[in-house]
């Protein structure tokens, strides 16, 4: 399977156009926060009991009747995600008719639902790719992260099962501190099956409409977290293409200060993409609850209206607009809030990761023989 190509595409084109016109283009439906795992890191999951209390979830008639609205306004590509959204009662029915409204669909699944019924049900209804999150090497792994100890072999039943329909699969994961001493094992379990797949080394951390607070033990230090980065960057380039990457890196981590002003968002939340929670709330992103507005109440037009001006008047670190290595950074709106309480915060975690990111990066360059950080 190949990567879905973006640079130079008509989809880059049409993604940056409705940002520049405030689109809503690209929409991910979180359709329930239940989920058969329960993983130490996840910021979604609700038992049956805590979702009773907090809400309930939405009827496959209302979804439709807010993708009819939303397609109306422009929405193409749509991301079912959840808790496990494939444990939503009417998930087939949900996806069939925003299928046939003409939506480009993507499915986040942790895959252990995924038996040969729900197999030929995506080869008959072909999704453009199911992102399928794999947490650790053995079951030893998924009891330690996951809770769900017979994860890891129907995971990989679920990969091979896609596979055998042509189903479009892509392997999703999150480096955390139980499952870091996996990642050789997880790039050769990747590898064997050839599939596509991108490994998160930084976490959010987000705990969202959960009643227990993100816990920091589950994720690493920022340092531990870019030495994994940066083994599964060189993991997945190979050496010479990971050199090439590590100078160009190092070159955009150079940048002049920039103005010490509060900027703005920079990515396309709350522009041309947003996401709707399970109890009916649209957000300008997944990570953030904030700002958020009813849209089954106030109708999908209504509420993305709201969210725009909301989001636009949203401003950013000034340090982080001002900061030489902003270009190699990931820090974001989410990232600020998340970490620091505040979006004009300054991520210390993100700080640190990327500072050790561009540390190890030039200490692999000078070790190697005949190369250095110029070339
Ligand atoms: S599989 Fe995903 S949704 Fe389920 S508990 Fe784990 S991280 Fe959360
Ligand atoms: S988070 Fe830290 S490293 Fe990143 S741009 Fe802001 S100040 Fe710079
Ligand atoms: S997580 Fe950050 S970069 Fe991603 S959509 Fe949210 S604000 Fe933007």
């Known amino acids: 399977m190949e990567t879905i190509k973006y640079q ?31 993983c130490d890191m996840c910021f979604v999951r609700l038992d049956a009991d805590e979702m009773k209390q907090k809400g309930r979830l939405r009827s496959a008639e209302e979804w439709i009747r807010l ?49 040969e019924l ?21 079951e030893e792994t998924y009891q330690r992260l996951c809770h769900y100890p017979a994860g890891f072999q129907k995971a990989l039943r679920a990969i091979r099962l896609l596979q055998e329909r042509n189903v479009d699969v892509k392997v999703n994961g999150s480096i955390t501190s139980e499952n870091v001493e996996d990642i050789d094992e997880l790039f050769s ?9 991108k490994f998160d080394t930084y976490m959010y951390p987000a705990s969202r409409e959960r009643n227990i607070l993100f816990d920091e033990k589950s994720r690493l230090t920022p340092e531990d977290a870019a030495v994994a980065r940066v083994k599964l960057m060189e993991k997945r380039m190979g050496k010479k293409d990971f050199h090439t990457f ?21 990515c396309r939340a709350g522009k041309s993409s947003f996401t709707v ?27 993305w209206t709201r969210i725009l001006q909301q989001f636009e008047n949203l401003r950013t670190s000034p340090e982080c607009n001002a900061c030489t290595v902003r270009k190699v950074c990931q820090t974001c709106a989410a990232c600020a809030v998340l970490e620091t ?16 990111t561009i540390r190890l990066l030039k200490t692999t360059l000078m070790n190697e023989p005949g190369v250095g950080e110029d070339g």
């Open 118 to 138: 729900w197999a030929d049900f995506f080869a008959e209804y072909p999704p453009r790719r199911i992102n399928l999150t794999l947490y650790g090497k053995d």
């Open 8 to 38: 130079g595409t008509i989809e880059q084109f049409l993604c940056e156009k409705a940002t520049a016109n405030h689109v809503p283009i690209n929409a991910i439906l979180e359709l329930t926060p239940l989920c058969n795992m329960n």
């Open 277 to 303: 929670n399970w109890q009916g709330m649209i957000r300008p992103c997944v990570m953030l609850s904030i700002p958020e507005e009813p849209v089954f109440d106030v109708g999908f037009q209504i509420a």
């Open 341 to 356: 309480g505040r979006f004009e915060g300054v991520p210390e975690y993100m700080c640190r990761y990327t500072k050790e």
């Open 189 to 197: 379990i990747v590898d064997q099956m050839d599939t596509v797949w």
């Open 246 to 266: 590590a100078r160009q890196f190092l070159q955009r981590s150079k940048a002049e200060p920039g103005e010490c002003t509060a900027g703005g968002v920079r």
């Open 67 to 115: 993708g009819k609205e939303m397609r109306d306004a422009g929405t193409l590509f749509v991301l079912f995600t959840g808790g496990e959204p494939l444990m939503h009662p009417e998930f087939k029915r949900i996806y069939i008719a925003f299928k046939r409204m003409g939506m480009i669909l993507t499915v986040n699944t942790n895959g252990t639902k995924i038996d």
